[in-house]
């Protein structure tokens, strides 16, 4: 939203002297005054006119938050004053949906600013047209008020790589239209409520914190399209739900948690996904043949964990694949199309029990590990494709394999704004 330029009407207010002048009378008439007469007193400060009422409304708020901030490195501040708060630095204006005529603050986007004050409370939640707040790498902290459910056209909230502490900010289980919330690099703790997966959300970004629970069940619930878990205490499996996510989730990041289990064969249902990470974790059994139905699949890691068996030869064959990492498992075999792909440059095999190929386990390695009886739970089922595949050694067409960005792992980069 664009900032709205205005024009100044300027008023000039004066005091009457009046209160000075029986002291004056008085040191005449007694001739004895060593008083100097009294300088005229200071005008009152010009009297600021705002484009709106709802501006108005809003311009002490903004200033006592203003003498809350303990830190201001860029000098962002300095632009804070006069009535023409739509030049502010970091504040956006526009039409509110409620009166398209009026002007109100719309967005406030902070990002990058290292702003830093003890709390938002009495800020953001006293701002009644806000519908964006970003504030990506401040110094913010504190606890989210519950205040912010009120607001009623909230739908972006990013308070990412801060100094927020506490739970989960349960304020935004009554925002029911909240489409984006970004929450990473923090310092919350506890759980992530399951309602949280009942929001009409398209981006919810919780990794780098230090939530300590199962993976709800209901995980398949959200209609999320970008979720990352990554970095977090996370434990259990991943639950089987999340094969209801196959028409919307395009990115999910499980990494560097403590999950277990087998990987469920639900996952191949996830035909739009684009990016699958659970790396560094602690899953065990053997690939799902269900992965070969990833068609979109482009980075593939579940590097670090207790995998293995084979490389399904259909997952080697998907055409879109630019990173199959499965490095650091227990795998023992792979086919000519997997080999093929490590030729490549595409499939990284590297610490495995695969020990014709080179860069792997001690065979004395391998043996320990395949002492511990291990098992996964309907085990027919992951030899199981549950869609149409033609031959894995017969491609219709050359493989296109391009590297796109990825809006997942670049939430893994403390400061980048989203």
Not at 124 to 141: C, R, T, V
Not at 211 to 232: D, E, I, R, V
Request: net charge neutral; glycine share 4%; charged share 15%.
């Amino acid at each position: 939203m664009e900032n709205i330029a205005t024009s100044k009407i300027k008023h000039l207010n004066h005091y009457a002297c009046i209160y000075f002048l029986p002291c004056y009378l008085l040191c005449v008439m007694c001739h004895d005054c060593s008083l100097s007469p009294s300088p005229s007193p200071p005008l009152v400060p010009e009297a600021l006119t705002f484009l709106d009422q709802r501006l108005a409304a809003i311009y002490p708020i903004i200033q006592t938050f203003k003498n809350t901030i303990t830190s201001d490195p860029f000098n962002i501040t300095s632009t804070w004053i006069g009535s023409d708060i739509c030049k502010y630095k970091g504040f956006y204006c526009g039409h509110p949906p409620d009166n398209l005529t009026a002007i109100a603050l719309a967005s406030i986007d902070f990002n990058g600013f290292e702003l830093a004050a003890p709390t938002l409370d009495g800020f953001i939640d006293q701002l009644p047209d806000l519908s964006l707040f970003h504030a990506n790498s401040n110094n913010f902290s504190g606890t989210i008020s519950p205040k912010l459910a009120q607001l009623p056209y909230l739908y972006e909230l990013d308070i990412s790589n801060n100094k927020f502490s506490g739970t989960f900010p349960v304020a935004i289980l009554g925002k029911n239209d909240l489409s984006f919330l970004d929450i990473r690099f923090n310092f919350f703790t506890g759980s992530v409520p399951p309602q949280v997966f009942m929001q009409t959300l398209d981006v919810l970004f919780l990794n780098n914190n230090n939530f300590m629970q199962k993976l709800p069940q209901n995980l398949g619930s959200t209609p999320a399209l970008y979720l990352t878990f990554a970095n977090n205490k996370f434990t259990g499996s991943i639950p089987r739900s999340i094969g209801k996510l196959s028409s919307t989730l395009i990115e999910v990041l499980f990494l560097n948690n403590l999950l277990t289990g087998c990987l469920p064969y639900e996952l191949g249902f996830l035909r739009e996904a684009r990016v699958f990470d659970a790396s560094n974790n602690r899953l065990t059994g053997p690939l799902p043949c269900s992965l070969g139905c990833l068609e979109k699949i482009e980075r593939l890691n579940l590097s670090g964990n207790l995998l293995y068996g084979q490389v399904p030869e259909v997952l080697c064959a998907l055409d879109n694949l630019v990173n199959l990492s499965l490095s650091n498992n227990y795998f023992t075999r792979v086919g000519p199309l997997c080999r093929k792909l490590i030729k490549n440059g595409v499939l990284d095999v590297n610490k495995n029990c695969i020990h014709y190929l080179p860069d792997q386990r001690s065979t004395h390695e391998c043996a320990l590990f395949f002492l511990q009886p291990r098992f996964c739970f309907y085990p027919s089922w992951y030899n199981f494709i549950p869609c149409s595949k033609v031959s894995p050694w017969s491609h219709p067409h050359a493989p296109s394999r391009t590297n796109s960005s990825s809006v997942a792992y670049n939430a893994l980069v403390r400061n980048r704004s989203l």
